[in-house]
């Protein structure tokens, strides 16, 4: 690394005001070789100074997760439900805070340059004529800057494998108790509910039905809540359940985190199978087949057996204990996924909101529609009164980009998720066991590559997933990077120089 100690030129002239600071060994000669000599050796690279308190710790990253947890456990007592959208912005806020007061010096993280330049072009779109209001477009601007906050303030944090691991075991165990809820919400109907959302609710009977299955003694069971407050929430626990407990059920670490792993991976399964979301599953899909692919071209062949044999039989398994409780409904659904063209399937539920984004959205709004006119920013904070300036409607990420900055947040965003998929690639690719860096690079690889997917679905980077998205990324590459940098300041002088050469 550079600046410890230089490269070495052999003997030097002992000169300088420094040279009181230097250290003499005397190098035993080579046989036959002239008497020995006093040679400076380099002085030893100063320790980096670490700040103290808790702005600078790595133990601020779990505590933002804990964070984001209490402020959705937070929306399910009734008695806070008029609270709703401040929680919803300490949620974001949050993010945008740490930005600000976390001191240090961020990492340059592959997708920076693209994502910065992405946020510049829509910062700048919040002076377009069109924008519905002033204060929508700054809540908007403020909601994606949020979600792509840590990849900046996270990398200035020293962070270590430890708060790595803690992150990712706190993600996945409140997700695993999401899923798990959900299945006793199905199981037993009625009697873990918690309140529904009051937005959800003033969308009228007939939307609220539309979130219901009939069940197999013929009750009619809303999709399973999860720790959420809106019917099919579970979804998102069980993807991150199977998601994160496929990485600790192949972590060499043993014991009762094996075990608490596989439960964890059996409801997710099961959960995502009653919630019906086909878009969640096919992203899980997509997952977990670039996680095996990884494993394979690696050679990691036993990790990569264990896990299609757990995974592959939770799914066979899982989907007849589902189908068991939640009846036809639920097999119907699913089957549907089967009955036509993948292509065809795609297009009648979302593909068509794809095309509309390019052959409509794009040519009216090439560089962008203005801020606040769509989501939550619009409807909380959005000035619709001018015809002019109607709300626009965003099913997917790919029409939220076009509406945002058009065609150059519509290149930017993308290239930043693709060098995140390759640098988590990387990192796969990697033989590093002390860490097991490779390990998490690998299921990092697939929830990116899912995550891609998901964008052709969902508006994802508008949303807390996203925001765990980025954090989980940062938190990965500075972990890496500074286990890296601590290995290196470890060698001995010489072997730091042989390394070098």
Known sequence: MKGLGG??????????????????????????????????????APEPQVRKGLLSSSALVPLFIAVQI??????????????????????????????????????????????????????????????????????????????????????????????????????????????ALGVLQVYSPGQFQPAMSAVIESMGEAYTQSLQFVGPSGERIFRPFGLTDTPGGATTGAFYAVLLGSGFLLSSKKGLIRWVSLGGIFLGIVSLYLCQVRASAVMLLVCMLAIV?????????????????????????GFGWAATMGGDAVTSRWNTLFEE??????????????????????????????????????????D?????????????????????????????????LLATLFWSLRLASSKDDENEFWLWGSILFGFNLGAIAITFSYPFFMSQTGM??????????????????????????????????
């Open 468 to 501: 765990v998205f980025w954090l989980l990324n940062a938190a990965l590459f500075g972990a890496h990077h500074h286990a890296r940098q601590q290995a290196r300041a470890s060698l001995p002088h010489e072997t730091l120089h042989a390394h070098r050469r």
């Open 70 to 179: 209490l402020t959705q456990l937070a929306l399910l007592w009734e008695v806070l439900a008029p609270l709703r959208m401040i929680f919803r912005i300490f949620s974001f806020g949050a993010s945008l805070v740490l930005l600000a007061l976390v001191p240090g010096q961020k990492l340059r993280h592959p997708a920076l340059p693209f994502a910065l330049a992405a946020m510049a072009v829509t910062a700048l779109n919040i002076l377009h004529p069109q924008t519905s209001s002033l204060l929508a477009g700054a809540a908007q601007l403020g909601i994606q800057f949020s979600v792509l906050a840590p990849l900046i303030w996270v990398t200035r944090l020293r962070i270590d494998a430890q708060a790595l691991r803690r992150t990712l075991g706190l993600l996945f165990l409140f997700n695993a108790a999401s899923a």
């Open 293 to 317: 692919a990884v494993l394979a071209l690696n050679g990691r062949l036993l990790r990569m057996t264990k896990l299609i044999a757990v995974v592959g039989g939770f799914a066979i398994a």
């Open 384 to 416: 619709n009164s001018d015809p002019e300036r109607p709300p626009l409607w965003v099913e997917i990420q790919w029409a939220g980009w076009i509406l945002d900055g058009g065609i150059f947040v519509l290149v930017l965003y993308p290239l930043a």
């Open 7 to 44: 490269s070495f030129q052999g003997p030097r002239p002992l000169q300088g005001p420094g040279v009181l600071n230097q250290r003499y060994v005397r190098r035993a000669p080579p046989s036959g070789a002239a008497a020995p000599e006093a040679v400076a050796e380099a002085p030893a």
């Open 341 to 382: 063209e993948a292509g065809d399937v795609y297009y009648s539920n979302r593909g068509r909101f794809l095309d509309s984004a390019f052959t409509h959205y794009l040519p009216e709004y090439p560089l962008g529609a203005g801020l606040g006119r769509y989501g939550m920013a619009n409807a909380y904070f959005g």
